[in-house]
């Protein structure tokens, strides 16, 4: 399981031109501190990203809602253009805002997104 410290070592070792890339999921939910941890880390990324490792061979899919998949290796996945619209700075790094990556989790609808959500609504109210 990765911890904040391992998901932003893995990313300053792995140098990713962060203007292209934008840290999401539950790898976000680690870095604005609603999780402590988490299995991978999920990375929305612009299509010029993108392109650029599927050139290189990495594998990739198209999942149900028609975002481009590209699998780096066991910890990191990039999601063409997935939760992009809201980002905020956290750690030198751009992150998925709490309010966009639950209304993501929302659309996906999956019994771990709502465990997710749950935490993020405990740990917005805690805030107020």
Known sequence: MLKKQNIISILNEKQYPKSEYWITSGAALVMHGVKSETKDIDIGCSTFLADLFVKKGAEWR???????????????????????????????????????????????????????????????????
Do not use: M, Q, Y
């Open 62 to 128: 198209i999942a149900n809602d028609g975002v481009r998949i590209i699998t780096l290796n066991d910890e990191i996945e990039l999601l063409e253009n997935w939760c992009g619209d809201d980002i905020v700075e956290l750690h030198g790094f751009s992150v998925s805002s709490l309010d966009s990556i639950k209304r993501e989790k929302i659309k996906l609808n999956r019994p771990k997104d709502w465990d997710d959500i749950k935490l993020i609504d405990g740990f917005i109210s805690k805030r107020a």
